[in-house]
């Protein structure tokens, strides 16, 4: 990515490694690692532990919630969301 920041352009660089799995034919669940890398002077590495659940409502559209923690000293602890996604 190529991000600004109060004016200032820098690089960054991120990552994800997540294991899923189903708990039904409709219902699955995972854990995910994540992190943003910047790659500029002054500048903190993000990182991430989250866990959600997903459910398949129809085969084209799709429930997710997630709860997570920032695992570095300078991001918000915790955080949780909920999302749709669908099928065009």
Same mark, same amino acid.
Request: hydrophobic residues 30%; negative net charge; aromatic residues 14%.
């Given at each position: 990515?190529?991000?600004? @920041?109060? &004016?200032?352009?820098? =690089? ?7 294991? =899923? ?22 500048? @903190? @590495? ?5 866990? &959600? ?7 084209? !559209? ?7 923690? &920032? !695992? ?10 909920? =999302? ?5």
């Amino acid at each position: 990515d190529y991000v600004s @920041d109060t &004016g200032d352009q820098f =690089g960054e660089v991120s990552s994800s490694l997540s294991f =899923g799995f189903g708990l039904s034919d409709r219902t699955g669940a995972y854990l995910e690692y994540f992190g943003f890398y910047p790659a500029g002077r002054g500048r @903190d @590495d993000s990182n991430f532990l989250d866990t &959600g659940v997903t459910h398949l409502l129809s085969n084209d !559209l799709q429930l997710d919630a997630r709860v997570g923690k &920032g !695992l570095s000293t300078n991001r918000d602890d915790y955080f949780l969301g909920a =999302g749709a996604s669908v099928r065009f």
